[in-house]
């Protein structure tokens, strides 16, 4: 018998009744404990969670909109792509809205405690090698940060995973979702009691030179980068882009992104427009004063770095039941400069879901990069 | 604690595994700038360095007080 684990499917149907009917019939018999979903912006995401509830009444449903959908071998925009979790990889699982409108630390914590009532206990005391948890927050209030130091605050030892959500990059409108209750102000959360083996997966293909010290950040607020080594910070970008300072964009600051180095591993903080003012570099992620910034070049083609990495998890877990993929909307954007895209989209030949972010989460917010959570 | 070398020590004695270690500096090192697995000696006794982390940590649910009792008790085993 097939156990009930992870079934993936994929929609370009344009109703919630005829989206529903089209994940019903790629779930087939498996009853979900949860069910991750991803529409486009275009998609009417609360429509169609209540189609999924007047079918399955306790399924717990966490998704957000998107730049894009991804699961096996398919990439669209304007679809749906969804996961069902069945009972054979879930145990308990618990959901939830952070709304932001009073603020992040009030919405977060409100937020923890419905989670925690739920599930009978403190986040503080759930075991990392058995839970883990979903965090899907918009992407148009600048809010991730903050919203990563207070989950780790109130969860220090669990890995909230997951990404922002997307409206297509306008980074206008971006709406995440528990159920059917939906927000474009807020972070949507879920917490999973696993019952077979995972990996986290953190993917970017890019590293410093060897060597390098980086620039340091000599003066931050927020997402204004001021200075570099007491320089400003857009003269800095433009040495190491070998650009002038009112040629820096994505096409240069994407093909050599900057980030820090923890731990051997790179953290990109990638720029955004206007991506220099008066001196100054605007970040679409914090960075702390006193930090390294290192400049990184491409280890290789991001297609091969995917690959080599999802075998190694493969290899680690034994097979890959399924896969959540948190894919940043610009490693697409990569994909499709280099004419990637086919390769990469059909090497994953695993059950997968996902969508193309503006932004991942992964223990703090980060860009360029894929998270992932994997089940074996 | 006084210094970076004797918090990192602390902490990887606190935490039970090194996957755990792994997250809890990632943590400090998002916030703070200040990788613990990785710093620079000569920022070793940097007191606005040691204070930040110990502020990161403080948030994160580590009282330095747990961190040294654990500390004392690892160099008593030791001798």
Sequence with gaps: ????????AHSTATTPQAVAADLFAQFGNLEPRALVLFCAPTQDSVGIAHE???????????????????STQTFTQGGVSAA????????MVVTTVARFDDGVKVGVARAVAELEHRLGQSLKTLSPEKYVGLVFPDSTHGTEELLHVELGNHAPFI??????????????????????????????????????????VK???????????????????????????????????AENLECKVEELSYANTARRPAGLLID?????????????????????CEIAEGSRLHFMRS?????????????????????????LLFDCALRRFELEATGTVEPYRDSITYPAVGFHTHGESLLGHIHQTLTALVFG | MQSLSEIQQALRLALASDVLYGVINARVALRTGIDLRNFDMKDNRN?????????????????????????????????
């Design chain 1, 159 to 200: 890995t909230f995973v997951g990404g922002s959500a997307g409206d297509n990059a306008k980074f206008l409108d971006s709406r995440v979702q528990s159920g059917a209750t939906s927000t474009a102000r807020g972070a949507a959360l879920m917490v999973l009691e696993l019952k077979r083996p995972f990996e986290i």
């Design chain 1, 299 to 323: 280890s290789g083609m991001l297609v091969d770095h995917f690959k080599n990495q999802m075998d190694g998890v493969a290899k680690r877990l034994g097979r890959i039941e399924g896969a």
């Design chain 1, 203 to 237: 993917g970017c293909h890019y590293l410093p030179e060897p060597g390098s010290k980086g620039h340091l950040v000599t003066k931050a607020t927020g997402r204004m980068l001021y200075e570099l080594d007491g320089r400003p910070a857009a003269e800095v970008y």
């Design chain 1, 264 to 284: 051997g591993q790179p953290w990109i903080r990638q720029c955004g427009p206007p991506f220099h003012v008066e001196g100054a570099v605007t970040l679409g």
């Design chain 1, 1 to 8: 018998m097939t156990p009930d684990t992870f079934r993936r």
């Design chain 1, 52 to 70: 999924i509830q007047r079918k399955w009444q306790s399924v717990r449903i966490v998704g957000c909109s998107t730049a894009g959908e991804i």
């Design chain 1, 84 to 91: 069902a979790l069945g009972a054979d990889l879930v145990g």
């Design chain 2, 47 to 79: 007191d606005d360095f040691v204070k930040k982390v110990i502020e990161a940590l403080e948030s994160l649910g580590f009282t330095m007080q747990s961190l040294q009792a654990v500390a004392s008790k690892n160099a008593a085993v030791a001798k």
